[in-house]
């Protein structure tokens, strides 16, 4: 029931729209709750093993005007409100059409949701609700408020959902008597009965395999109705299931009293412009380069979620990597704004994010390359508090030593190895180093130079006891861990991994990490995706392109020749069979669609195309292109709103640029030339040339011959 | 849909029945959370202003057992449930029947329920739940479950509610054309009109005045709505509103085309047991006993509320004193528990109980008296760890000179009077100083002898230095606040209250601020029944209740002079007519059913009947009657399950226990006799005798003629 009042309309150039505001956070947090219940084993409910954050119910918005005259607003609000002036609290109002009187007034409207993220939206001809007002919880804070994309009173924030799209089978045979559909590749969504008529049970097998769909016994995910019930829930014919589902088939079993007339499915995905690409002379690499653009799309979804069958869960060591791919395809920053978001989640902080001591670090270094690859700072300050808490709950596990170490309720992860993470490991202490530098910056922007300076400080101390401790001169790399004041002779790659990425080693030491432990056949090889990401990286930045090229063709490839339509959660080549499909302790328990399987999105943008911000938000950037091993490639990399695009062969680099400016490096054999600009010598074969927005440079170079990496032994 | 499998009944002596079981303080937090947005400023919500906590959405229940042979289970849950065993968690399911193996199980059931409490409620032959299982939010935690009295799988906690009854008005006139039900007293429910017919507005002008009824354009309390969807609405042809009102007159404004028969109500209440009584040869004091009892009840309900006009919320200095009263009247702990519960809330701890920080303090005294009055260590036992982190909070805010201050986001109350309360405030000292002694009992009797020490040694330093800075010697009484160190001369009579209540003074001080500050007309009278509780509590505790009866006559029997049918908020006798009702700036601001205007309900049991317990749970305990100036009393007082009856004249005492061991203490100027046990002569006239359970004690003795307090001047 609203009164008919008819509101007046602006007029020339427009205020900015009205759009739903929150406490900040609240969005995220409440949508992450619902994501967090989303796990299925078998049609039973396998919630995440941390505490799910919850949105505050009872928040009080606050906004100050001053107007010549009154003005007649609309108020729409997810949960019941109140609306008071100048705060005479007891005199309220909760119509949702109001005139406001003129003058200078404060405003303030509590909203109270016990289901939902209590929400606002308020448009009037000046007053309109956005993110320039305050919110509290009523604990003395005074935020700005959250917002996104919600634009009008009928766009609810809390009916946010994906995009919906159908998609039909691609082949259909009889299994055993029963309908087994394949719908071409591993995907996601809602399964459609056309037709259904009868009365009787419907069970479904979903596989990511074929194998899965068709084993009955394991097959992680199934659905079952009584047809009768669907049928009565059908539109236009069509009953759709009520949950979505990752598969590429389904395996349908019917009583024999239920009929339809075929099965489809709805697509259910974000919209995402896939703003980079990738093609070469090795069509395997393409083909590579693809299948991880389509395994990182199907797990960005209302969070980067770590794999879309299994366990549909947001993992902050996940996301971090998630991160960094789409920041070299889709540059989707509202998936990635609302992943930071909620996970950092509310106080108190009793555990690490998803309870593991890395994934708190990995928060850091995450908000650290959101800031680097966008220039946003806003964001990091709307969370600096959130970050600066968080910090201070990691300070406290240091030991005497001033080592991180974790409690005995805190999950050390690093990798799925067979690692022995007690006491004071390396791979934390490095990471928590750079948090503590990504504080350092974000304080410092903030204008808080003693909290910068502590932070750096702080940074320092451990970097030095990290490497004074943990650096082993015999082996040439950093040894493990460390317990009771004695560190341990084991030798792995991850903490060299992270301390090269990170610029920690000298180059005396990067050289020795690079040689005596990542190429060293003697120390415990990489298994997972998720490390191989790290691994190959470095690889990288010590020019191993070609070996890289290799690793990928065989790691990726090898997922490609055995069927794979999307990257997996592990692969093991040694595996026979179905045995691949199998993890922890279920046949089918691995997840076929894993983002970190996506990595080489993130590998070939970086560094074969080569393409890297040099200050935040890209307004400086170096393309640093690379063959590896390749006679040719294209490719474009998204930089913010513009975009790099690079081809390059054995004698020609093309670069082409559409914001910021660029520095083009290279190696040459020959003294290079170039159509569009001055090609500069930096010494030892390498050159650089300024790359200006707009203008396309053709350089002309010999490339050369890389020699194969040597291996120690 | 549940399969038809009848479970094994249980035979012979049962084990206790299976009960709901929730997150410990979850049920009561979100009750509060429903609770705390009941309030309404004519018609429009005004919720509380501090963070409204909420529960777990998400938590595990586990329990072990040991069973020779399998047993058939049916599981309830409020909220989606997955039951797995022995850690094995990728098996689960979420059947409701469900067959559990032989041997040594470990049971986990996750629950999901982001609207209300997620809870479990199993029954089986042995297996069943109740407070014996562990339930974590995923944070490490590992604690008993939460449960009440929901003993079976359809008393579902989220559908609590209190009880109904009808009531029907006392007379009914017309004013103005519109009818006027006067309801005889203060009640509270919801108003039901029978038979109505007919299409137009209803609109309803609630009044715990007449003056307030009538006023439509400052009634608080306002309902309105279209009486063709109320009819729509009515069962039996009666249409009950929405949301239950305080009130004692309605006045019912309707559009021409509506009618009805008639209007009634459902009273909405707890059903107590009115355990204590009191007559005595003053009607007066019987009627104001009676109506402190009833004032009490109505304001007890889901929790301990202020008033139940206004402003419906749960506030921990009002629920002190509403415990204490409860105490000597229904003893009831459900109510005491829930909200005891529900005021601790959530962590983080940002801002004070109901921001005020005095607040924090009286939980913790409120707790001790819970403990005292009960016995019942094990509810303390549940929320100690609260009450540590709650404690750890408040000792933050102290000062260089170890005085705890308010910062700028608290509110430091004390008493609705013109106070500054900047600096250290000496009330606030000593309330802290009480609730680190309550700390240190409790972790005494948790075992933990150094955190006991702790406690006690930071108490007896806050005593030490409080009587060090705020005694004045030459007013002969406690100042009020001290300054950047600088102690002011303001002289309140709400320090020395509480620092004699708790034992703080010696008896020279003692008796100095009963003559220099209680009785001295000089220091600004306390004005709010909230304060006067405490005021003639300590008058009573140095023997002056005759003077504490002239009060209460004067006082409580002012308000009743004035038509009052329950205590108000607060009653200053100079003012006129209906300006009584106002408050806050509003006309009817005032409640006129507030719980701590019932405080002689505690003051007459506590002082004048005179019983008190002397070990926690009233195993031992004392009666110290005392007619403060009547000639004859008879009353009752609970004593946990147990009761103390006593009677008493000028000329004799009648005592009657039904449990454990009491010491009647009583003066007499002559040598008394009694017809049951020996008379011990303690001095100065005193006389004990030691009263057991179950036997009736007279004892004849000669009253003692009081002379009348003296007043400084």
Same mark, same amino acid.
């Given at each position: 029931?609203?009164?008919?009042?008819?509101?007046?309309?602006?007029?020339?150039?427009?205020?900015?729209?009205?759009?739903?505001?929150?406490?900040?956070?609240?969005?995220? +947090?409440?949508?992450?709750?619902?994501?967090?219940?989303?796990?299925?084993?078998?049609?039973?409910?396998?919630?995440?093993?941390?505490?799910?954050?919850?949105?505050?119910? !009872?928040?009080? /918005?606050?906004?100050?005007? $001053?107007?010549?005259?009154?003005?007649?607003?609309? +108020?729409?609000?997810?949960?019941?409100?109140?609306?008071?002036?100048?705060?005479? $609290?007891? +005199? &309220?109002?909760?119509?949702?059409?109001?005139?406001?009187?003129?003058?200078?007034?404060?405003?303030?409207?509590?909203?109270?949701? $016990?289901?939902?993220?209590?929400?606002?939206?308020?448009?009037?001809? !000046?007053? &309109?609700?956005?993110?320039?007002?305050?919110?509290?919880?009523?604990?003395?804070?005074?935020?700005?408020?959250?917002?996104?994309?919600?634009?009008?009173?009928?766009?609810?924030?809390?009916?946010?959902?994906?995009?919906?799209?159908?998609?039909?089978?691609?082949?259909?045979?009889?299994?055993?008597?029963?309908?087994?559909?394949?719908?071409?590749?591993?995907?996601?969504?809602?399964?459609?009965?056309?037709?259904?008529?009868?009365?009787?049970?419907?069970? +479904?097998?979903?596989?990511?395999?074929?194998?899965?769909?068709?084993?009955?016994?394991?097959?992680?995910?199934?659905? &079952?109705?009584?047809?009768?019930?669907?049928?009565?829930?059908?539109?236009?014919?069509?009953?759709?299931?009520?949950?979505?589902?990752?598969?590429?088939?389904?395996?349908?079993?019917?009583?024999?009293?239920?009929?339809?007339?075929?099965?489809?499915?709805?697509?259910?995905?974000?919209? @995402?412009?896939?703003?980079?690409?990738?093609?070469?002379?090795?069509?395997?690499?393409?083909?590579?380069?693809?299948?991880?653009?389509?395994?990182?799309?199907?797990?960005?979804?209302?969070?980067?979620?770590?794999?879309?069958?299994?366990?549909?869960?947001?993992?902050?060591? $996940?996301?971090?990597?998630?991160?960094?791919?789409?920041?070299?395809?889709?540059?989707?920053?509202?998936?990635?704004?609302?992943?930071?978001?909620?996970?950092?989640?509310?106080?108190?902080?009793?555990?690490?994010?998803?309870?593991?001591?890395?994934?708190?670090?990995?928060?850091?270094?995450?908000?650290?390359?959101?800031?680097?690859?966008?220039?946003?700072?806003?964001?990091?300050? *709307?969370?600096?508090?959130?970050?600066?808490?968080?910090?201070?709950?990691?300070?406290?596990?240091? !030991?005497?030593?001033?080592?991180?170490?974790?409690?005995?309720?805190?999950?050390?992860?690093?990798?799925?190895?067979?690692?022995?993470?007690?006491?004071?490991?390396?791979?934390?202490?490095?990471?928590?180093?750079?948090?503590?530098?990504?504080?350092?910056?974000?304080?410092?922007?903030?204008?808080?130079?003693?909290?910068?300076?502590?932070?750096?400080?702080?940074?320092?101390?451990?970097?030095?006891?990290?490497?004074?401790?943990?650096?082993?001169?015999?082996?040439?790399?950093?040894?493990?861990?460390?317990?009771?004041?004695?560190?341990?002779?084991?030798?792995?790659?991850?903490?060299?991994?992270?301390?090269?990425?990170?610029?920690?080693?000298?180059?005396?030491?990067?050289?020795?990490?690079?040689? !005596?432990?990542? @190429?060293?056949?003697?120390?415990?090889?990489?298994?997972?995706?998720?490390?191989?990401?790290?691994?190959?990286?470095?690889?990288?930045?010590?020019?191993?392109?070609?070996?890289?090229?290799?690793?990928?063709?065989?790691?990726?490839?090898?997922?490609?020749?055995?069927?794979?339509?999307?990257?997996?959660?592990?692969?093991?080549?040694?595996?026979?069979?179905?045995?691949?499909?199998?993890?922890?302790?279920?046949?089918?328990?691995?997840?076929?669609?894993?983002?970190?399987?996506?990595?080489?999105?993130?590998?070939?943008?970086?560094? /074969?195309?080569?393409?890297?911000?040099?200050?935040?938000?890209?307004?400086?950037?170096?393309?640093?292109?690379?063959?590896?091993?390749?006679?040719?490639?294209?490719?474009?990399?998204?930089?913010?709103?513009?975009?790099?695009?690079?081809?390059?062969?054995?004698?020609?680099?093309?670069?082409?640029?559409?914001?910021?400016?660029?520095?083009?490096?290279?190696?040459?054999?020959?003294?290079?030339?170039?159509?569009?600009?001055?090609?500069?010598?930096?010494?030892?074969?390498?050159?650089?040339?300024?790359?200006?927005?707009?203008?396309?440079?053709?350089?002309?170079?010999?490339?050369? *011959?890389?020699?194969?990496?040597?291996?120690?032994?």
């Amino acid at each position: 029931m609203e009164p008919n009042v008819k509101l007046k309309k602006p007029e020339g150039t427009a205020k900015p729209a009205a759009t739903w505001i929150w406490y900040p956070g609240d969005f995220e +947090i409440r949508l992450l709750e619902k994501i967090s219940v989303k796990r299925r084993m078998r049609g039973v409910m396998y919630p995440t093993t941390w505490r799910i954050d919850r949105h505050y119910s !009872n928040v009080r /918005f606050h906004y100050t005007y $001053d107007l010549p005259e009154a003005e007649t607003v609309r +108020i729409t609000a997810e949960g019941m409100f109140s609306l008071h002036l100048d705060g005479r $609290d007891n +005199i &309220r109002t909760n119509d949702s059409i109001v005139t406001l009187p003129a003058g200078r007034h404060d405003l303030a409207i509590c909203v109270y949701n $016990d289901t939902e993220a209590p929400a606002l939206f308020i448009e009037g001809e !000046n007053i &309109r609700t956005d993110s320039s007002w305050k919110v509290t919880s009523y604990q003395s804070d005074f935020v700005n408020a959250g917002a996104w994309t919600f634009h009008s009173a009928d766009n609810r924030p809390s009916q946010f959902r994906l995009a919906l799209e159908p998609q039909e089978p691609v082949a259909r045979e009889i299994q055993d008597g029963h309908e087994l559909l394949d719908f071409g590749r591993e995907t996601f969504g809602f399964l459609r009965f056309h037709g259904m008529k009868g009365e009787g049970k419907v069970q +479904i097998y979903y596989g990511e395999s074929m194998a899965e769909a068709l084993s009955t016994e394991f097959s992680v995910l199934t659905d &079952r109705f009584e047809a009768a019930a669907g049928a009565a829930y059908a539109e236009e014919g069509v009953y759709t299931l009520g949950e979505s589902r990752a598969f590429r088939y389904v395996w349908i079993h019917a009583e024999p009293g239920v009929t339809w007339e075929r099965v489809s499915m709805l697509y259910e995905y974000v919209p @995402l412009d896939y703003r980079s690409s990738f093609q070469c002379s090795d069509p395997q690499l393409n083909e590579i380069y693809d299948m991880s653009l389509y395994t990182l799309h199907l797990n960005t979804r209302e969070f980067f979620i770590d794999g879309i069958k299994r366990d549909r869960w947001v993992w902050s060591g $996940d996301a971090y990597q998630s991160f960094l791919m789409n920041y070299y395809s889709f540059f989707d920053l509202d998936v990635t704004r609302r992943t930071l978001a909620a996970l950092r989640g509310k106080d108190p902080l009793t555990m690490h994010i998803n309870t593991i001591l890395d994934y708190s670090f990995y928060w850091f270094i995450s908000l650290y390359d959101y800031y680097l690859y966008t220039g946003d700072f806003g964001f990091v300050q *709307q969370y600096y508090d959130r970050a600066v808490s968080l910090m201070e709950f990691c300070l406290k596990q240091r !030991n005497e030593e001033g080592l991180v170490e974790g409690r005995p309720q805190d999950w050390v992860f690093v990798d799925w190895a067979d690692l022995d993470n007690s006491g004071a490991v390396s791979t934390e202490q490095i990471l928590l180093a750079r948090s503590l530098e990504a504080m350092s910056l974000f304080a410092s922007l903030l204008g808080d130079e003693a909290a910068s300076a502590s932070y750096t400080a702080l940074a320092e101390e451990i970097k030095e006891t990290t490497l004074r401790l943990f650096w082993d001169e015999e082996e040439g790399g950093l040894l493990h861990h460390r317990v009771d004041g004695e560190t341990k002779p084991t030798l792995t790659k991850h903490a060299g991994m992270f301390a090269m990425t990170f610029g920690y080693l000298s180059p005396e030491q990067r050289e020795s990490v690079i040689r !005596n432990v990542l @190429l060293n056949p003697d120390v415990p090889r990489i298994r997972t995706p998720y490390m191989r990401f790290h691994e190959l990286a470095v690889l990288c930045e010590s020019g191993e392109h070609d070996f890289v090229r290799k690793e990928i063709l065989s790691y990726w490839g090898g997922m490609i020749k055995l069927g794979a339509t999307s990257f997996w959660e592990e692969y093991d080549p040694s595996l026979a069979d179905d045995a691949h499909y199998g993890m922890y302790g279920m046949p089918f328990g691995k997840s076929l669609c894993h983002a970190w399987g996506a990595s080489p999105v993130y590998l070939i943008g970086k560094y /074969f195309l080569g393409v890297t911000p040099s200050e935040p938000g890209y307004g400086k950037y170096r393309i640093e292109p690379n063959l590896g091993g390749l006679t040719q490639m294209k490719g474009t990399v998204p930089i913010g709103e513009g975009e790099v695009t690079v081809e390059m062969d054995l004698a020609s680099i093309r670069v082409k640029t559409t914001s910021g400016t660029g520095v083009l490096a290279f190696v040459s054999s020959s003294e290079p030339s170039c159509n569009n600009g001055a090609v500069t010598a930096v010494g030892k074969n390498r050159y650089e040339l300024i790359v200006e927005a707009g203008k396309t440079y053709t350089v002309a170079y010999a490339a050369v *011959q890389k020699i194969e990496a040597s291996v120690k032994g």
